[in-house]
C-alpha cells in the first residue's frame, strides 16, 4: 500500500494516509478525516481515521482529568459502549497519553474504535479509528501504520 503525507499547518502536524483515501478537513468536528474508499455498492460505512485538536489552555487539566471527560463523552455519544480492552497507558510523540479500544453502535452501524490521546504544550491531540465492527481488523494494521506516523512539526 502506496502512503501520502498531510500536513496542516494550523495545528502543525503531519501524518502518513493510504494514497487511495478521502481527506475531509473540518468535519464532523475533526481538524481532518481520512476515509476509505467504498468499497462495493453495498458498503454503507467508510472507515476512517480523524484528528482532533483541543486548545486547552483556558481550561488546563491534567492527562487523568482530560481522560475522565473523555470516557464520559464516548458514554455519552455510543451507543451500547463496551470496552474491549482496559483503558491502557500509551504515548503519542514520545508524551504519557491513553488508549482505548471500544465497540459500540452509531446509527445502524455497529462500530469498533481505536481511540488514542495526549496533552502536548496545553493542546489535545486525539487519534481515532473506526471501523465497521466485522472489518475493523482487516484495516487495523492501516490504522497503526497512520498512528505512527504522526507526526508535530
Known sequence: MEF???KNEEFGFQIS???????????MGSVVMFLSPQETSE???????????????????T?????????GQFRQIVTDFKILSPLAQSSLLNYPGHELHFTG????????WYSTWSLIDHNAY??????????FKRFWPTFREMVSAFRLE
Open 126 to 135: 486525539i487519534l481515532t479509528c473506526t471501523g465497521e465492527k466485522k472489518r
Open 4 to 6: 501520502n503525507t498531510y
Open 105 to 112: 453502535k452509531q446509527g445502524q452501524h455497529k462500530l469498533t
Open 63 to 71: 492527562l487523568e482529568q482530560y481522560t475522565e471527560i473523555s470516557m
Open 43 to 61: 458498503d454503507t460505512f467508510r472507515e476512517n481515521l480523524n484528528i482532533m485538536v483541543q486548545d486547552l489552555t483556558a481550561q488546563p487539566m
Open 17 to 27: 494516509y493510504p494514497l487511495e483515501w478521502e481527506i475531509a478537513e473540518d468535519f
